[in-house]
């Protein structure tokens, strides 16, 4: 029998905290599916989830972030249609200015009120659920 499991990913929600109202960057991605993403990437075989976000924001941004905590897991079959992934999101900050590196053709800072509509993936679920975390406090419901 052959088994097919989903592909763990790291999706990192960065904000800037040296600038005001704490921007959070996003990528535009330079491969299909095309649109802005947070920043993120599969984790490699071996690599704890914790490496593996650090490691993608720096190759896609360019920054050294610190990890403030482990925001969810979102895991819908049809959130990337590459494949079924599942993706352990993390809350972060970083200061500096960011550079758009690896698979990222731009790099964006954006405030709550300026995020781009042309999201990939789920990432507009994802950052509804996290401005809502971050603004209220509310923490997003599983299911």
Not at 15 to 43: K, M, T, V, Y
Not at 61 to 90: C, K
């Amino acid at each position: 029998m052959t088994y097919r499991n989903p592909a763990p990913t790291v999706d990192i929600i960065i904000e800037l905290i040296d600038r005001p109202h704490r921007p959070i960057i996003l990528i535009e991605r330079h491969n299909e599916p095309f649109g802005w993403a947070i920043p993120g990437g599969f984790i490699d075989y071996g690599e704890p989830v914790e490496v593996a976000a650090r490691r993608e924001a720096e190759e896609e941004i360019g920054l050294q972030i610190e990890l403030i905590e482990q925001f969810l897991v979102y895991s819908a079959p049809s959130r990337d249609p590459r494949q079924h992934t599942i993706s352990l999101v993390f809350l972060a900050i970083a200061t500096g200015e960011p550079v758009a590196g690896d698979d990222a053709k731009a790099v964006g800072i954006f405030e709550p009120w300026s995020v781009p509509s042309n999201l990939c993936f789920d990432h507009d679920r994802i950052l509804r659920d996290y401005w809502r975390y971050r603004n209220d406090g509310i923490r997003p419901r599983l299911g």
